[in-house]
């Protein structure tokens, strides 16, 4: 089985091949191969990248930790000059490889921040002043990043630097002839210890499992600022939309009152005409009985003209 292959695999999909390949395992009859591979970590962000670029720039990275051997050498020798060349050398190589790490990540669509970045570069030279921090990087499963202790592998070496400008090789002492006490040795100032390696790598591990925690914690605030963004987005289309729907009820509301305007002046309008009938009704009832007296008295003059005048 290829961890490095799991590790520099696609990062959001880490969980999933993980479950899968203990799944294959136990069903090969393997349970404690299962379970081991069950209990694998993901990797941080910047763990991940760093696997990418073992996976891809192994032979690079396997020459920057023999640098940082050659660096160790130029400290115990004392060698200012070659001290600054190498030094200057490291550090365009970590920036470069720092560099190809973001863009192998870019590729896969993370866009490295520059605190991620950082985690890289600081990985890489934390790497080359211990071999087996190195052994592990080359491995390509790393699950958390590694801070370089100090200001990185050069200072890591410095206290063995220069020591013996501030020891003094040989007491001085006196002539024999001389008739005054021998002095006492001077005292040799006291040389600061060295850094612990076994310290050292304690206090990566604590840092690494701290980072560990604290990518997953990103993570999750990722996640939960994506769900409100969503949340947010959503709430902006539903005040579109009861935005719209107060407009319209406003629009009917308007139109109702309007309709309802209308109404009350037809009903108005109505009761004026419905009045003007009736008195026209009358009007008419009048004049039909006005008319009939005239047709009345019409005939009974018709009559009496015809009785006093038969030829008329």
Known sequence: MDLGELYAGPW???????????????AAGDPVGSRAIKALKKPTRGAWLV?????????????????????????????????????????????SLSGRASALGAER????????????????QAAMADPDLADRVLEGALTATV???????????????????VIQLRPTTRSAQSAEPAAEPPVEPAVPPGPDPAEIRRLNRELGR???????????????????????????????????????VTELRAALEAAQGQEEALLAHGAGLAADAERLSAAAERATEEAGDFSALVDRLSAELAALDPES
């Open 12 to 26: 959001s999909d880490f969980v999933g091949n993980r479950d899968r390949w203990a799944a294959a395992a136990k």
């Open 51 to 95: 696997n990418l670029l073992v996976r891809h720039e192994a032979a690079r990275l396997t020459e920057l930790f023999e640098l940082g051997e050659s660096l160790a050498r130029a400290h115990r020798d004392a060698d200012p000059e070659e001290l600054r060349r190498l030094s200057g050398l490291r550090g365009a190589v970590v920036n």
């Open 109 to 124: 669509g993370y866009a490295a921040p520059d605190a991620v970045r950082q985690e890289v570069a600081e990985t890489i």
């Open 147 to 165: 801070r370089a202790a100090g200001f990185g592998p050069v200072d890591l070496f410095a206290p063995a630097a220069g020591l013996a400008e």
């Open 210 to 248: 701290a980072e560990a925690r604290w990518e997953e914690s990103r993570d999750r605030v990722e996640r939960i600022q994506e769900l409100a963004a969503a949340a947010a987005a959503e709430l902006a289309q539903h005040d579109i939309e009861l935005a719209e729907v107060r407009a319209l």
